[in-house]
């Protein structure tokens, strides 16, 4: 069985690269990292098909709250993580779709978890 691939973006983040260090520490992980300063690092996240791409919140900061969407739009099977140092929890955002032909699944889709 393969490795599961993680894939850490980071532009001016210390703490994801301390991520991606330890990370790479486990032989049971395959981890890749990249510099969001990279013009292509989104385009490259579809060919990687990484199954969870690590992102710090604070640089959602610097490149904007539409870098999830756009590493969703790219690799649409990943988890996005979202850390913080000043934060407990992890934000994780996954794509999905939902097909929705009436107002009854409409709301559903919007109340169910």
Known sequence: MASPRILVLYGRSLYAQAIETLLKKRDELDVIGLDLEDKDT?????SIHPEAVIVDHNDLRLYGDSLILQVLNESSEAKVLCVSPNQSGVDVYRKSRI?????DELVESITSR
């Open 42 to 46: 989104l385009r490259r996240v579809a």
């Open 99 to 103: 097909e929705v032909t009436s107002a």
